[in-house]
Each structure stands twice: as C-alpha cells, then as structure tokens.
C-alpha cells in the first residue's frame, strides 16, 4: 500500500484508505488486507501539523500492528527531478526541522525501511533527539541517506553516524554524498566509525564531493579492518562520475581495501571507483587467500584498450603516454591471470567497466584468458579441486560443461582418471587405485593377445 502525504488533507485520506483496507469482524478482531505499507512525505514537512501526524501514526498503530513500514523523506526537487543537484547549489531544498523529523521517527511503528532524500536539517539541540528516535527502531533493517546535510556548517551530524553504528538489525546502509562535518579530516572520522561499528551487511559510500576523495576512502579502509562484526558481505565505495571529470580513488585507497579483503572471509561482492593509473595487483594478491568472494566490479577512469592491442602491440601506434599507461594495464592483467589460474578458484564475475571513444562509462572491457579461469570457477572449480571432493562433485560439475569443451577438457585433464572409470563398479574419484578393464575371453583368450578362432 502506497500513501504520499504532503499537507493535511492527505492525512484524512490515507486515514480512510487504511480503514477501507481494514475490517472489523463481529467479534471485535480486524482482518487486514495490507502486508506492506510504504509512506512518501515531501520535505520540509511545513504543511504537516504535528497533531496530525500523531492522529495518522495512531491509526498505522491501531490498524496495521504486523505491517513493516517503509519511510520515504525527499524534498520536492528531488521526487520531481530525476538527477540530484549537487550539494552548496542554488536548487538546494528548504530546510527540514530537525524536531519534526525526529517526532515523525518517534511516532511511526514497525519501521523497516528509511529513505532520506535531499534533505537540509536545522536545529543543534534536537540532533541528540534525532539520534535517539532513530535508535529506537530497533527493527530497523535498510536506510538509504541520499544528500543529507545540515544547513549551518559549524553543526555536525555526528550523533546521525553513531545512531547508523548502534542500529543491531541493519542489512542495508547507503550513504550518498552525506555531510557530517563540513571540514574533511572530521567527516572522514565520521565514515571510519561507521565502516567500524556498522552492523549492516551490505554497505555503499559515495563520499561527499566536497571532501578529501583519498582522505574518506583511507578512513573507510581503516575502519573496515577494525570491524569485528564479520556480518559485512557486500560493500561498494563509489564516487560522482562524469564524462569531462572524475574523482576516483587511487592506489592508497586500493591497498587498504586489499588489506581489508586479505582478512574478511564474509565478503562476496566488492564494487570500486579507480583513477586511470591504478595499481590493482595489491588487490589480485589478495584474492590468492580470500575464497569467500564471488563478484569484483570495477568503474576504470580510462578508455578501452582491447586485448588484441595489447598482445600485439608492434601492430598499433602508441604515443609514449599511450605505452606507459599500457604498460600498467598489462601489468595489472598479468596479475589477475596469475592469481585466477592457480590460486583463486572462487572468484565468478570481474566486471570492468571504462569509457569509450566519448569519455561516457559503459564500456565493457574482457580478457579472454581471464574469461576462461572465470568461467571455471562458475562451474564449480573450487568445489571439485579440493581434497575433500567426492565423485558427485566431479559429476555434477561435467554435466554442466557438456557443451563447453574447452572447460570439459581442463576438468578431464586434472583428472584423467574420470575417462577410464568403470559403469560397473563404484570407485572414488581420489583413489589412487588404478581402475581395471574387462575384456571378453572368446575373443581374446589367445597366447599374446592374439585371437583365436572359435570352433
């Protein structure tokens, strides 16, 4: 059930929709037809009075006591346009009262999703009580915060970040250009408390653009590695992206997140934002230990260079720039064939992406060697190459590349012993018993091997 309020004859509305969807029985009991409520309310929240409010969250309360809520916030520019101005631009909203949002977070019940969207608080003293309203959704599963700032810089939103790390139920947390601290080194110990104590498993940062881009992604690498929680599967650092001019994160930013990968063992999916001379072999080293992840999308600030171009370079021209940024494309190549040939069998997807000829992103960039050690681990090379592999694995894995012969014969030829089993008799695929063949003795029951005539 979808309600948007944004004055208070929208309020006496979603009021009557709620009753209509509920029916009482002669017994007193309701039957409800409502498994999902999500409510949209345009910032600022001027034309909303706070009885109001309270009589509409008592009738969600009375009416919907089972249904998991979902809080949609944004201000009028943004649900109408479809790109979000910048933060400091002219278009930027009206300021949302911090009070408000706070009264608002106090009185919703059964609260699984919070979306904030374009909004500028205000008000210092009421941020402890915004804190505290949040911290008591304890049913708090996925916020989104999208552009959040407070209107005067000298105020942090401090007390946003520790209610985002004590929240115990968190899957879901995305930060798009949030601004705790107007100063960088402050707001990148905002991001590094949050990466530490957040208990969420999926995790997405878009840094504020104003910041230090390598300063925030440092503190997201450290704080990372001083998380306990072991519960992060997911995580994307991202950055603002254009065609003309992009921000992405360098080489320090890249081995923290190395380090961080080295030491998880929960981690399945890893999306990054690089500059054009980015050093990933820390990162494939990395992977030579870590099995746990499957998907590792990368956003290369540079233009595609197809692999042919690479591997016979004496056919292109190059400008010496052209070379040298070459030479670090192969090199960072060289590492990943290594590392997936013969150490990282649970890796599946290695999704680049760069510009094309127009400075757009969206260009796919694929090597076929490295495609090839992918698509073995898809099939299940991690699972059959163990020591514990049983004969099914074997069988299940072959069944799935029966069409596949480059995949079959790397299988057959790691275990050749898999060409000569017996459809008789069962024997483990790791016995070092060499199996047998059968012959018939009318037809070769002659004195070396030669046949005799059957009278």
């Not at 201000?75 to 949302?96: E, I, K």
């Not at 171009?309 to 030479?327: C, D, E, S």
Request: include cysteine; aromatic fraction near 6%.
């Amino acid at each position: 059930m979808y309600l948007e309020i944004t004055d208070e004859e929208d309020v006496v509305d979603a009021i009557v929709q709620i009753n209509s969807k509920c029916d009482e029985g002669d017994d007193g009991s309701s039957c409800c037809a409502v498994n999902h409520l999500q409510i949209q309310l345009e910032s600022p929240l001027q034309h909303l009075p706070p009885a109001s409010l309270r009589r509409f969250f008592q009738v969600v309360r009375t009416k919907l006591p089972d249904t998991p809520v979902e809080l949609h916030i944004a201000s009028s520019s943004s649900l109408d346009a479809s790109v979000n101005p910048p933060l400091g631009s002219s278009s930027r909203p009206n300021t949302t009262s911090t009070e408000a949002l706070s009264l608002i977070l106090r009185l919703v019940p059964n609260l699984h999703l919070l979306e904030l969207c374009e909004v500028t608080l205000d008000g210092g003293p009421d941020l402890e009580g915004f804190k505290q309203a949040i911290v008591a959704q304890q049913g708090l599963t996925h916020v989104y915060l999208r552009n959040v700032q407070h209107a005067n810089n000298n105020i942090d939103l401090r007390p946003l970040a520790e209610a985002l790390s004590e929240l115990p139920k968190l899957k879901a947390l995305e930060l798009y250009q949030v601004q705790f601290y107007s100063d960088s080194a402050l707001n990148a110990q905002a991001l590094a408390l949050i990466a530490q104590s957040c208990h969420a498993t999926r995790l997405e940062i878009m840094p504020c653009e104003r910041h230090n881009i390598q300063e925030q992604g440092l503190a997201i690498g450290e704080g990372l590695l001083q998380n306990t929680r072991e519960r992060l599967q997911e995580l994307a650092l991202l950055t603002k992206i254009s065609p003309k001019q992009s921000v992405m994160y360098e080489d320090a930013v890249i081995a923290s997140l190395a380090r961080f990968v080295l030491a998880s063992s929960n981690l399945q999916r890893l999306q990054l934002n690089v500059c054009e001379t980015i050093n990933l072999v820390p990162l494939a080293d990395a992977l030579m230990h870590n099995t746990s992840l499957t998907t590792l999308a990368i956003c290369w600030d540079r233009c595609a260079v197809t692999s042919q171009r690479l591997q016979y370079p004496w056919k292109h021209r190059f400008t010496q720039t052209a070379r040298q940024r070459n030479q670090s494309l192969r090199r960072n190549i060289q590492a990943w064939r290594r590392v997936l040939k013969d150490h990282n069998f649970g890796l599946e997807r290695l999704d680049i992406t760069m510009k094309d000829c127009h400075g757009v992103f969206g260009q796919e960039w694929k090597d076929s060697e490295i495609e090839f050690w992918l698509q073995l681990n898809r099939l299940g090379r991690q699972t059959v190459l163990r020591e514990q592999s049983k004969a099914n694995d074997w069988i299940s894995t072959l069944s799935k590349c029966k069409d596949d012969t480059s995949s079959l014969f790397y299988f057959l030829s790691e275990q050749p012993r898999l060409c000569f089993e017996s459809t008789t008799v069962s024997t483990r695929v790791n016995s070092s018993r060499r199996p047998r063949t059968e012959m018939k003795q009318s037809n070769f029951s002659g004195p070396k091997g030669k046949r005799q005539r059957i009278r």
